[in-house]
Every structure is written in C-alpha cells, then in structure tokens.
C-alpha cells in the first residue's frame, strides 16, 4: 500500500500525554504506527515515572512550561539530543485550577486566568519561538482546542476564553512564520472526549452526555477519531491549510436544533410550568 501522509522516518515532537486516554497518547501512537519518530514531553519527573511502562524505551523530555524559559532550555535539550529537524509540534497542554469549583466569569481570579493562560495558550508561542530554527522546511505545527460549541462559562469554566486565545495565537503563529518559512499552525477544534483531564471538570459528565444527543450519529466522538485527523494536519499531505482551525464534533456544532432535543426540552419547561408556586396561600 502506497504510504500517503509519507511520515515514516520523520520527527515530530508530542506534548501533553498523561496516560492511555490522552489525546496526546493517541496522535503519538499514531504517528509511530506510520513509521515517524516520536519525542515525548511531559511536565514533571512525578508524570514521566507514571508513564514509565507506556514509554518505555522511548525518549522523554521534561518541560513545565508555566516556569518562565523553560520552553528554551527544553529546546536547547532536544537539540543536544540529535532530535532535530522537527517535522512537526503537537501542544495538547491545558490546564485550570478548578479546585474552588465553577463560579460566573466575573469572578474568574486573576491569579488562576493568568496560570491557565500561561500554560494553556501562551506556552505555545514560547515553544514555536524556541523551536523556530529547528523546525524542518514544512514543518507542522498543531494545537489541541476545542469545539466552538463549548466554549461558553456553563460548560467550560474561563478555559473558554483561554482556549479562544489558543486559536487565536496559532492564527498569528501562522501569519508571522509564514514572513520566512512554510511552517504551519493549525487547531484541532474537538468536540467533548472521555479523558482524564475532562474527568476533573465539575459537571463535565452532563455535559457530554447531552453533546452527544446533539451529535448526528447519537455517538460522541472517540479520541482516535480527533487524533487521526491531527496525524493528518501534521503530514504534508494538508500542506493547503494553514492558520485554520479544524473542527472534529460529529456535527455537535450543526444540529442545536434536533427535534428530539428540542422535544425533550419543550416537555421539561411545560412540566415545570404546570407545578403548583411552593408555599401559595
């Protein structure tokens, strides 16, 4: 069978994998299944000893990109390494400090929106900064977001904002590379996935439940399916895109206006209308 995305041989760096759900763990396994060479990084020497079986043999790099110059000297290590020309840079990193639970935006503290932003959006500028001369010629750059659909408070938490600065950060990563080199930036925008990091976030179950009665098949979307399509944005194979981000949601963000959707809610609301007013005289 003729190789069409034509990755075998060539390197490509993955951030972000946590454990067998991440989509990170997906698009790496992926990529090594096409015959590239994958280099792994991971936050701290606590996640690359979780992940020592799942890893094994394979190099591991350790980057917390919330410490400032760490993309740097994470860059000045992999090039010591030989893993360079990069042929592609997979950031599937995010973080929020949920711990107090979800309360409305305005409330958001400016301590915890700065640390999300820092590693969930900003960190990408400092890795494509710091890895701009080891890229190779057509090198490929993805971020893992998220659906438009989700990026609302109730659903999300203030990472809708940031995930929104993530976009909006590949756009003009692919407008000022694009002055001397064909290096891309593109976004996966998923739609809900079982992941561990999803698991942490208050309410998230409803949720993705619901999306997935909003979806045209009735199914949510497995990781495989966000991390095929992420292997392709990373092949020279979607050369023509650029700067765009690519949605993966099993048409979630097409059909808000399903008929048994809006049945069922129609029926809620005539239901709680119809309740006698607690405590009338």
């Avoid at 976030?201 to 966000?226: C, D, H, M």
């Amino acid at each position: 069978m003729p190789d069409f995305l034509q990755l075998s041989g060539k390197t490509f760096l993955v951030q972000g994998v946590a454990n067998r759900k991440s989509v990170a763990w997906h698009i790496a396994k992926t990529l090594e299944e096409q015959g590239a060479r994958v280099v792994y990084a991971v936050r701290s020497e606590a996640r690359r000893k979780s992940l020592e079986a799942l890893l094994a043999g394979k190099p591991v790099f350790i980057c917390d990109v919330e410490e400032e110059g760490a993309a740097a000297s994470f860059a000045a290590e992999v090039v010591a390494a030989g893993f360079v020309p990069l042929h592609g840079l997979v950031h599937s990193i995010a973080f929020a400090n949920y711990s107090e639970g979800f309360r409305p935006f305005h409330e958001t503290k400016r301590k915890d929106f700065l640390q999300a932003s820092a590693i969930s959006a900003f960190s990408l500028v400092e890795l494509a900064n710091a890895f701009k001369p080891h890229f190779a010629a057509k090198a490929s750059v993805v971020a893992i977001g998220i659906s438009s659909l989700i990026v609302t408070p109730d659903n999300y938490g203030y990472m809708g904002p940031i995930k929104a600065a993530l976009e909006s950060s590949v756009r003009f990563l692919a407008k000022s590379f694009s002055a001397d080199s064909e290096v891309r930036f593109n976004v996966i925008g998923a739609g809900p996935l079982k992941t561990s990091a999803s698991a942490g976030i208050p309410g998230y179950l409803e949720s993705y439940l619901y999306a997935e009665k909003l979806t045209f098949r009735k199914r949510n979307l497995t990781t495989q399916e966000v991390a095929d399509p992420a292997v392709f944005l990373l092949s020279e194979r979607s050369s023509g895109i650029n700067g765009t981000t690519l949605t993966i949601d099993a048409g979630l963000g097409s059909n808000a206006f399903d008929k048994d959707i809006i049945r069922l809610a129609m029926r809620i609301e005539s239901s709680a209308g119809s309740q006698p007013a607690s405590g009338s005289k």
